[in-house]
């Protein structure tokens, strides 16, 4: 069974600073991928990121940076030049490559992120 | 593009009510999917359709009834609800179960509360 790890159930940056956001996960599949989403206060989740298994090369979007360990089984989000809409929850699945659940996401209990001014 | 909408938006059904959630992409996504979440909790996986099949049940109740009319649609049928299902209501689609792009667009959701 896949399980993915957040532990830091809240964390704080000021504006304009880099924040990592921890993710650990733990599967037997050689193939996964894995995603990082943001779910503001209103409810919608928004992806932003994603990895998969083989990928040499560390996922990056915009401010966002995915820092894949493969090794270590992380795959930490980094945020930088943190903005006040960054204050969210966010959440690292992990997505299912096998047998009948193929392509469900597992989440991570989630981080609630606060950007301070 | 990459919107879900979902409708309604809020809603408030007693126990003895027959609701139903909408779920409407035009991304030409082939699968979509239904996920619950409580308050500060993860989404839970409900069901998902590939090319309008029912392909993954993670054994919900059936009093939650879903329906794929066509590709672009995904209704979630509710019935004699409890209290406890009351949450929000997530409907997510992606290109296709199993091939590449992987990841899953998730619409703004449905806030269920059940009395």
């Known amino acids: 069974a896949q399980k993915i790890t957040q532990t830091q159930p809240g964390m704080f940056v000021q504006e304009k600073e880099a924040v990592t956001l921890d993710c650990t996960y733990d599967?037997?599949?050689?193939?996964?991928?894995l995603f990082w989403y943001k779910q503001p206060s209103s409810g919608e989740m928004i992806f932003l990121i994603y990895?998969?298994?083989?990928?040499?090369q560390n996922a990056t979007e915009g401010r966002y940076s995915l820092n894949f360990q493969k090794a270590r089984k992380s795959a930490n989000l980094v945020i930088s030049a943190s903005q006040l809409g960054d204050s969210a929850m966010y959440f690292c699945?992990?997505?299912?490559?096998?047998?009948?659940?193929?392509?469900?996401?597992?989440f991570g209990q989630g981080t609630i992120l606060t950007v301070h001014p | 593009d990459t919107e879900v909408t979902q409708t309604p938006k809020h809603l408030v059904m007693g126990m003895t009510n027959k609701k139903s959630l909408k779920c409407e992409q035009h991304?030409?996504?082939?699968?979509m999917y239904w996920y619950k979440q409580k308050a500060k909790k993860p989404p839970e996986l409900m069901f998902v359709?590939?090319?309008?099949?029912?392909?993954i049940n993670e054994s919900v109740p059936s009093r939650f009834s879903p329906e794929c009319p066509n590709s672009s649609l995904l209704n979630l049928h509710l019935h004699a609800l409890q209290p406890e299902d009351s949450a929000l209501y997530l409907c997510?689609?992606?290109?296709?179960?199993?091939?590449?792009?992987?990841?899953?667009?998730f619409g703004p959701g449905t806030r269920l509360t059940v009395t």
């Open positions: 359709y590939s090319y309008e099949k029912l392909s």
């Open positions: 991304m030409g996504h082939r699968a």
């Open positions: 990895q998969g298994s083989y990928d040499q």
């Open positions: 699945a992990m997505r299912d490559a096998g047998g009948t659940s193929y392509g469900k996401l597992t």
């Open positions: 997510a689609s992606s290109q296709d179960r199993i091939a590449a792009p992987y990841e899953q667009y």
């Open positions: 599967t037997s599949d050689p193939s996964y991928g």
